[in-house]
């Protein structure tokens, strides 16, 4: 079964609002996560990565005071899209590592937020 | 950087074919490496993996082998099934990240 959940698995919101995702890891507590953003028919980018208690790491060219990210506990990452535009459309997907195994295992995804911004 | 590339899809095939996706690597040391493949609509799910030079991943009938002097990790199957179309994506992992190729997205026809 799934191992990281997310939620919701798809939102539609109007330009100007704000939308959060949620990112849970369910088989074990995760003190990272990261966040990968895939526009339609491409590769997946890394957006940032999220450290339970302390900020999160952004990739080069990622406006932090746009996507806000936050690891307030072992189980659960957000990520907020702030006021939100057209262009911030896209599938957005999160990911951990059970820190049981070492820092080469895979990755586990949940199954992506679809945001779809009018 | 690091960075990988694999070949442009769509990849087109008939039911029973024989599936080669090729995918190169670009990396400082010998990372390990991963292919995984999404469906429709969903996350990735991870296919298979190798964590050093000369392993062969494999999973569902698919196969990869870790090639370090070719830095490759082709991905093979002998004989696709229709439920095979998805989107593959190759991927390196770089200090706990994940770096990944473009992805090849496989059509598969009865």
């Known amino acids: 079964g799934a191992v990281v959940s997310q939620h919701p698995s798809w939102v539609i919101c109007k330009s100007g609002t704000s939308v959060k995702i949620e990112c849970r890891s369910l088989?074990?507590?995760?003190?990272?996560m990261f966040w990968y953003r895939q526009f339609p028919k491409q590769s997946l980018m890394l957006m940032a990565t999220?450290?339970?208690?302390?900020?999160?790491?952004?990739e080069q060219g990622v406006e932090k005071d746009k996507f806000l990210i936050n690891h307030a506990s072992l189980t659960l990452s957000t990520l907020t899209v702030t006021s939100a535009h057209p262009e911030d459309s896209s599938f957005y997907i999160c990911s951990a590592r059970d820190p049981r195994q070492n820092n080469n295992s895979p990755l586990h995804f949940g199954n992506g937020t679809r945001l779809t911004v009018t | 950087g690091d960075s990988v590339t694999q070949m442009e899809g769509p990849v087109t095939l008939s039911e029973e074919a024989f599936l080669t996706i090729n995918c190169t690597y670009t990396?400082?040391?010998?990372?390990?490496l991963f292919w995984y493949v999404q469906y429709p609509g969903e996350g990735l799910q991870l296919l298979l993996k190798?964590?050093?030079?000369?392993d062969k991943g494999s999973n569902k009938g698919f196969e990869a082998t870790y090639r370090k002097e070719t830095t490759s990790f082709h991905l093979e199957k002998g004989s696709v099934q229709v439920s095979d179309s998805a989107v593959y994506f190759c991927?390196?992992?770089?200090?706990?990240?994940?770096?990944f190729g473009q992805g090849t997205e496989l059509s598969v026809k009865p």
């Open positions: 990396a400082t040391g010998y990372p390990s």
């Open positions: 991927a390196l992992n770089q200090g706990g990240k994940l770096i």
């Open positions: 088989d074990f507590q995760a003190t990272t």
């Open positions: 190798a964590t050093k030079a000369d």
């Open positions: 999220s450290n339970e208690g302390s900020k999160a790491t952004y």
